[in-house]
């Protein structure tokens, strides 16, 4: 399977085995309702390096393409491990986000800032690009 980053989706290369991450509403959502967290939450909380968050967006990144071999999230902690660790699956997701950035209007929360998708060791925005820069 190849990744198309037109749709938004990125490859992820894993012991000769290639997984495509592709960002899917339905499977946000049903993340959002297991967690009770909105998505710039959850992206917030891997920013900080919350490894179960990490583990259940890489599991939502799944589903589009893996949904049979990732039926849990339980079940992507292994390929983590495998793809390098957080920092390979960190690197992953922040080109998840590059492909999904649209140069069209932005959402912004209720105190008018756009929500944060920077996900790195200190979620710090002040480190996170343009999309056209990326």
Known sequence: MVANPERGEVELAV?????????S????????KKTGKTMGQ??????????????NVTWMLLQRH???????????GDLIDEAG???????ALIK????????GPTVTGRD?????????PTGDDSTSKPAGSV
């Open 15 to 23: 012991n000769g085995d290639v997984f495509v991450l592709k960002l």
């Open 25 to 32: 509403m339905n499977a946000a959502v049903v993340l959002q």
């Open 42 to 55: 959850l992206l917030r909380d891997c920013s900080d390096l919350d490894f179960d968050a990490i583990r």
């Open 66 to 76: 893996h949904a049979e071999r990732f039926k849990l999230p339980d079940s992507v």
């Open 85 to 91: 660790g957080v920092q390979r699956i960190a690197d």
């Open 96 to 103: 998840v986000q590059a492909v999904n950035a649209s140069e």
């Open 112 to 120: 008018g800032r756009p929500p944060s998708a920077q996900i790195g």
